[in-house]
């Protein structure tokens, strides 16, 4: 899907994360056949590729040592993105038909492929990090980032906020513990391809703390513009069914607060994601071009 609210230099970056998604996947034409055909099919079937984009962004702020390492790691966060989207649209959990406008993994394949595809994809997430010191980053920072990527993956992040999402009382919940969902099953990948990017630059531990900050507020407003997406948008532009929290009965900021002040939330923790720009070192138009297309986008 192309956009016009895409920059330039957004474009460049996205171009170089599908660069390097298609370097570290596995290969069509090796067996096992049909699971890397259906790795191949829910990676590089568009995506906005913020997580990736992020990742290099954020290694912008002190001295990588090379690029190869930084693809890696965008490639690594965008494999990890997308397994979360093939098993977040399984019957067993959103039973969603479409992702990137196409129909999604078990619609195409199988539901046990989808299962084994996600699978697959978080493993070769984590296969690429042991490839990381031969790419020039030391082996203290390949442990950190492994450790992070794990922290931020499991039951405090990424797998703990789907399981709260799906388990949650939407009658009795509050903004906050909706906020703690939305940081844990969005934000904790935003956070850590933020952390990623400028681990892998080497950057202070207190820039490291800025990006992480920065993270929050962006996870944040990413899922308050997905969730007013589902109820404002269409099948077309999103490239997903529209409606589908809904007909899930899904706890979002719509549902809890109605739309206009859904919008109105989101409109200020734009503002916050801003004030977290601030205490970036360096030049922070590229990030707040960022901060804009979370809150503009239309897909
Ligand atoms: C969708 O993420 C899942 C959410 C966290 C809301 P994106 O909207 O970034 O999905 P792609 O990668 O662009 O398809
Ligand atoms: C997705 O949230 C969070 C994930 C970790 C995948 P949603 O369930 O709202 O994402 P979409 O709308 O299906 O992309
Ligand atoms: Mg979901
Ligand atoms: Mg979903
Ligand atoms: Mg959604």
């Not at 056949?33 to 191949?40: G, I, K, T, Y």
């Not at 969730?227 to 589908?244: A, E, F, H, I, Q």
């Not at 205490?279 to 922070?284: C, D, E, F, I, V």
Request: glycine content about 8%; some cysteine.
């Amino acid at each position: 899907v192309s956009d016009t609210l895409f920059p330039d230099f957004y474009e460049d970056q996205k171009q170089r994360v599908n660069e390097a998604l298609e370097r570290w996947l596995p290969a069509e034409d090796e067996e096992p056949e049909l699971l890397n055909e259906s790795m191949r099919y829910s990676v590089l079937n568009g995506g906005k590729r913020l997580r990736g984009v992020l990742v290099l962004e954020a290694a912008r702020l002190g001295e990588p040592p090379g690029e190869e390492p930084l693809e890696a790691l965008a490639a690594a966060v965008e494999m990890i993105h997308a397994y979360s989207l093939v098993h977040d649209d399984l019957p067993a959990m959103d039973d969603d038909d479409y992702r990137r406008g196409q129909p999604s993994n078990h619609k195409q394949y199988d539901e046990a492929i989808a299962i084994l595809t996600g699978d697959a994809l978080l493993t070769r997430a984590f296969e690429l990090i042991g490839h990381l010191p031969e790419l020039g980053l030391d082996d203290q920072t390949v442990t950190t980032i492994l450790r992070k990527v794990s922290r931020r993956c499991g039951e405090e992040g990424l797998i703990g906020g789907q399981v709260a999402d799906l388990t949650v009382d939407g009658d009795s919940a509050t903004a906050e513990e909706l906020e703690a969902i939305h940081d844990r099953k969005t934000g904790a990948l935003m956070t850590l391809s933020l952390e990623l990017g400028g681990l892998a630059a080497g950057v202070e531990d207190t820039e490291v703390e800025s990006l992480r900050r920065l993270g929050e507020t962006l996870g944040r407003a990413f899922q308050i513009k997905d969730d007013l997406l589902d109820v404002t948008g269409d099948l077309d532009t999103l490239g997903k069914d529209p409606n589908s929290d809904d007909a899930s009965n899904k706890l979002t900021y719509p549902s809890l607060l109605g739309i206009d002040a859904a919008r109105e939330t989101l409109t200020q923790v734009v503002e916050r994601s801003r004030e977290c720009l601030q205490s970036l070192a360096g030049n922070h138009d590229r990030f707040g071009r960022i901060v804009d297309l979370v809150s503009e986008r239309r897909h």
